[in-house]
């Protein structure tokens, strides 16, 4: 993988996997991978419906899980997430958004715009907001035609199951 475009959507089809395993659950189909030093420490899905937490976005889930991973055997981390980019399959709402921002990351990669809650440059910006104490560099539309698939068909099923 020598090119940046090629490792985007190799990490990117990462999280579209995590995704699809969401939809396969009956949950909207966001998933996460986070990566450091080009390697990936954590994998999530969104589980809101499964856990019943409104706050367990696929987002939420792979920044504890990279937290944890990056914390392993040091006593004085306090679980910043620097230097890891953060690839997502639909761009983070206002909370993960804020989460990003909090927790240090490096980097956010994500495939489809959120016009309804998209923090990260559609409807906010909060992971470019000069007034905070930390910026994230974003790219946005890797792979976006097929994030977007999977979330057009779920929403679709779901129509269809509450007629």
């Not at 699809?20 to 990566?35: C, Q």
């Not at 954590?42 to 409104?54: I, V």
């Not at 306090?78 to 206002?94: D, F, I, N, Q």
């Not at 990003?100 to 440059?121: I, M, P, Q, R, T």
């Amino acid at each position: 993988m020598a090119d940046t475009e090629e490792i985007h959507e190799h990490f990117m089809r990462e999280a579209i996997k995590e995704a699809t395993r969401s939809f396969e659950k009956g949950e909207i189909p966001v998933g996460a991978v986070i990566v450091h030093d080009k390697k990936i420490i954590a994998r999530a899905h969104n589980q809101m419906e499964t856990l019943h937490d409104p706050t367990a976005h696929a987002e939420m889930i792979a920044i504890t899980q990279a937290a944890e991973t990056l914390a392993e055997g040091k006593r004085d981390h306090r679980g910043s997430l620097e230097g890891a980019t953060l690839y997502v399959t639909m761009e983070p709402c206002p909370m993960c958004a804020g989460a990003l921002v909090l927790s240090k990351a490096k980097g956010l990669v994500y495939a489809a715009e959120d016009s309804k809650a998209g923090a990260c440059g559609s409807l906010y910006n909060i992971v470019s907001d000069d007034r905070l104490n930390h910026r994230l560099s974003v790219r946005k539309g890797i792979l976006a035609d097929e994030s977007k698939q999977l979330l057009q068909e779920f929403f679709k099923t779901l129509r269809k199951d509450r007629r």
